[in-house]
């Protein structure tokens, strides 16, 4: 009963590296999310796909992207990462967009840019 | 847009005491509101949910939160904490239409001392 599962677990880049965080969930849910957690500001959306094939900027995109693989797979990428994207990622995902739809987490990576 | 407040950033209770966590949101129609629960190193883990009804609502681990339109709250409570409840506490809130997508607030560390 895997739920949402999110690789790496942690990871250091360097300055300008790039990088791709993985997202996988069994649920077979619609939409998918991807959140930052920086203290004392809670959980910010990066992106999310509201459906397979389809993807849209939340409150926090820039230096992001993102590719919906397949209904099960949304992936993250960081081309060129910054200090300020030292955070922990959190990948979620819902039945669908429906208000009442509740989002399920994976355990988060955390990431750290020197 | 809608968003949500948290004013307690850390609170301390004794293992046995009751508890009450705070949670204030703006949204100009009847909100879709959520308390999660985040252990140390994991993901976040759905305690209870409000759509609509009856303004208390139970949720798991012996949690509940009442719904108050006039106050625009939506406040967390236990008569009687464990230790294992130590943890950080997010209110969120999911409007409608445009602003469907889940806004958290800033979270409530808790602390139990023996």
């Given at each position: 009963?895997?739920?949402?599962t999110?690789?790496?677990?942690?990871?250091?880049?360097?300055?300008?590296?790039?990088?791709?965080?993985?997202?996988?969930?069994?649920?077979?849910?619609?939409?998918?999310?991807?959140y930052?957690?920086?203290?004392?500001?809670?959980?910010?959306?990066?992106?999310?796909?509201?459906?397979?094939?389809?993807?849209?900027?939340?409150e926090?995109?820039?230096?992001?992207?993102?590719?919906?693989?397949?209904?099960?797979?949304?992936?993250?990428?960081?081309?060129?990462?910054?200090?300020?994207?030292?955070?922990?990622?959190?990948?979620?995902?819902?039945?669908?967009?429906?208000?009442?739809?509740?989002?399920?987490?994976?355990?988060g990576?955390?990431?750290?840019?020197t | 847009?809608?968003?949500?407040?948290?004013?307690?950033?850390?609170?301390?209770?004794?293992?046995g005491?009751?508890?009450?966590?705070?949670c204030?949101?703006?949204?100009?129609?009847?909100?879709?509101?959520?308390?999660?629960?985040?252990?140390?190193?994991?993901?976040?883990?759905?305690?209870?949910?409000?759509?609509?009804?009856?303004t208390?609502?139970?949720?798991?681990?012996?949690?509940?939160a009442?719904?108050?339109?006039?106050?625009?709250?939506?406040?967390?409570?236990?008569?009687?904490?464990?230790?294992?409840?130590?943890?950080?506490?997010?209110?969120?809130?999911?409007?409608?239409?445009?602003?469907?997508?889940?806004i958290?607030?800033?979270?409530?560390?808790?602390?139990?001392?023996?």
């Amino acid at each position: 009963n895997a739920g949402v599962t999110q690789t790496p677990k942690f990871q250091v880049l360097k300055t300008g590296q790039s990088m791709t965080l993985q997202c996988a969930q069994d649920m077979n849910h619609n939409s998918m999310y991807w959140y930052r957690q920086d203290p004392g500001m809670g959980l910010r959306l990066i992106y999310y796909s509201a459906s397979e094939g389809t993807t849209d900027k939340g409150e926090v995109p820039n230096g992001y992207n993102v590719s919906r693989l397949n209904k099960r797979e949304f992936s993250l990428r960081l081309e060129s990462a910054a200090p300020s994207q030292t955070s922990v990622y959190f990948c979620a995902s819902s039945e669908g967009e429906e208000r009442n739809s509740p989002l399920h987490f994976g355990n988060g990576t955390r990431l750290t840019v020197t | 847009a809608q968003s949500v407040t948290q004013p307690d950033i850390h609170i301390t209770v004794s293992e046995g005491a009751s508890l009450e966590l705070r949670c204030n949101y703006s949204y100009g129609a009847t909100p879709y509101l959520f308390w999660y629960v985040q252990s140390p190193g994991q993901g976040l883990q759905l305690l209870l949910k409000y759509f609509s009804g009856d303004t208390l609502v139970q949720g798991i681990k012996g949690f509940e939160a009442e719904f108050k339109r006039s106050q625009s709250s939506f406040n967390l409570r236990k008569p009687s904490v464990h230790w294992s409840d130590a943890a950080e506490y997010f209110c969120a809130v999911r409007g409608g239409g445009a602003t469907n997508k889940l806004i958290f607030g800033t979270g409530t560390l808790l602390a139990v001392q023996p």
